[in-house]
């Protein structure tokens, strides 16, 4: 357990569908994280927020919608997705923005496109 | 793209040292070297960090070389839960928070 859980931990989705992944922190962290690892390709940073603000967002498709409604809740909302987005979905939080901490990482939500 | 070279694999006998090298030869003077590794099918765990001295803790320790361009990662006495895929990174920190740019990473293969 590392305080931070992602739901699901799988889903399968059809291309029009709309889903969400949700993730929870327990750590009183806040920065929290999205992160996409496909198959063998290293994890790709998609979204940060800072504070419940988002404050990077590294060219990901509008297809992908993140929501902070609070430091401890981020949420991964997915639209017309492709069969290419299914992946491993991680969530993580950190401790301060400007710090030097670690971040902890969920379990992450597999996902499959069909 | 990441700032760290890791070989792609590596094995390691069961009760033996190993020792996980990584090259960061454009570390800036304000960047940490932080070690996570990712067992099969769950998230990145954090393992140690480090900015100039080396690092112990429970898991592992940390050397890192003088001029900061090349780091080890020593786990003292390995077991096959040790098995995982080892990233070495360079923080990329600004205000917004710890911006973790994951490389490849080296593969352990610990063995009996």
């Known amino acids: 357990e590392t305080g931070v859980t992602q739901t699901p931990r799988h889903l399968v989705m059809g291309m029009t569908n709309k889903k969400s992944l949700k993730c929870e922190q327990h750590l009183g962290h806040n920065a929290m994280y999205w992160y996409k690892q496909s198959a063998k390709k290293p994890l790709e940073l998609m979204f940060v927020y800072s504070l419940e603000e988002r404050v990077e967002n590294n060219s990901v498709p509008s297809r992908f919608s993140p929501e902070c409604p609070n430091s401890s809740h981020l949420f991964l909302h997915l639209h017309t997705l492709q069969p290419e987005d299914s992946a491993l979905y991680l969530c993580?939080?950190?401790?301060?923005?400007?710090?030097?901490?670690?971040?902890?990482f969920g379990q992450g939500t597999r996902l499959t496109v069909v | 793209d990441a700032k760290t070279t890791q070989p792609p694999s590596m094995d390691c006998a069961e009760g033996r040292a190993a020792n996980l090298p990584c090259n960061h030869s454009t570390i800036s003077g304000n960047e940490y070297v932080y070690w996570y590794r990712q067992i099969h099918s769950q998230g990145p765990q954090y393992i140690i960090h480090?900015?100039?001295n080396n690092e112990t803790n429970e898991m592992a320790s940390l050397i890192i070389t003088e001029d900061r361009k090349s780091s080890t990662l020593i786990l003292p006495h390995a077991t096959l839960r040790d098995t995982a895929v080892y990233y070495c990174?360079?923080?990329?920190?600004?205000?917004?928070?710890?911006?973790?740019?994951f490389g490849g990473g080296t593969r352990l293969m610990v063995k009996p």
């Open positions: 480090g900015l100039k």
């Open positions: 990174i360079v923080s990329d920190l600004n205000n917004a928070g710890n911006m973790l740019t």
């Open positions: 993580a939080s950190s401790q301060d923005p400007g710090m030097n901490t670690e971040a902890f």
